[in-house]
T-cell receptor, first 110, second 111 residues
Framework: DAKTTQPPSMDCAEGRAANLPCNHS???????VYWYRQIHSQGPQYIIH???NNETNEMASLIITEDRKSSTLILPHATLRDTAVYYC???????????FGPGTRLSVLP | DVKVTQSSRYLVKRTGEKVFLECVQD?????MFWYRQDPGLGLRLIYF???????EKGDIPEGYSVSREKKERFSLILESASTNQTSMYLC??????????FGSGTRLTVV
């Protein structure tokens, strides 16, 4: 599975959009981009995933560049409850397991 | 919603004890996983299973074993608990092609 690179930490003001970047320059054609988050002392929670088209659900939007070498997770109106560690993972659809890197610690500030 | 339930939220055990961590999922998922999470080391895969009675070693299987007698239940066993197994243990399940659903975790302390 391709490796990903994320900034270790970010801050965002409450009510503003949080844009979390992820680089995956070695991604292969059959690998999806997945995003999870982990709120303190809880198990990671699935957010969204995509292959090459942009995706949106009730939690977030995922923007994948045309060359698929990077992506951005967007939380459109961040709240204090969005403070968490966010993990970007690339994996083939039928891969056996996810490999979690250190992620980005997002702090939403009042 | 898929639920993955881990039997204990907090557990304290003595060195040398045999410890069972239980995980149950209610959505008929084929795949189940056990991770441990430690500060600075992230999530590390211990074992996974893609079918009943099947198991595969992950990245750090030493000191652990697993059991999957029924599709919905995946147990992690510490044969003889040691202090370096103090950690947060996370169970997850998935169907092929889909993402994981994690349990809430079990924080195990071995004294």
């Amino acid at each position: 599975d391709a490796k990903t690179t994320q900034p270790p930490s970010m801050d965002c003001a409450e009510g503003r959009a949080a844009n979390l970047p992820c680089n995956h320059s070695t991604i292969s054609g059959n690998e999806y981009v997945y995003w999870y988050r982990q709120i303190h002392s809880q198990g990671p929670q699935y957010i969204i995933h995509g292959l090459k088209n942009n995706e949106t659900n009730e939690m977030a939007s995922l923007i994948i560049t045309e060359d698929r070498k990077s992506s951005t997770l967007i939380l459109p109106h961040a709240t204090l409850r969005d403070t968490a560690v966010y993990y970007c993972i690339v994996r083939i659809a039928y891969g056996q397991n996810f490999v979690f890197g250190p992620g980005t610690r997002l702090s939403v500030l009042p | 919603d898929v639920k993955v339930t881990q039997s204990s939220r907090y557990l304290v055990k003595r060195t040398g004890e045999k410890v069972f961590l239980e995980c149950v999922q209610d959505m008929d998922h084929e795949n189940m996983f056990w991770y441990r999470q430690d500060p600075g080391l992230g999530l590390r895969l211990i074992y996974f299973s893609y079918d009943v009675k099947m198991k595969e070693k992950g990245d750090i299987p030493e000191g652990y074993s697993v059991s999957r007698e029924k599709k919905e239940r995946f147990s992690l066993i510490l044969e003889s608990a040691s202090t370096n197994q103090t950690s947060m243990y996370l169970c997850a399940s998935s169907s092929p092609g889909y993402g994981y659903t994690f349990g809430s975790g079990t924080r195990l302390t071995v004294v």
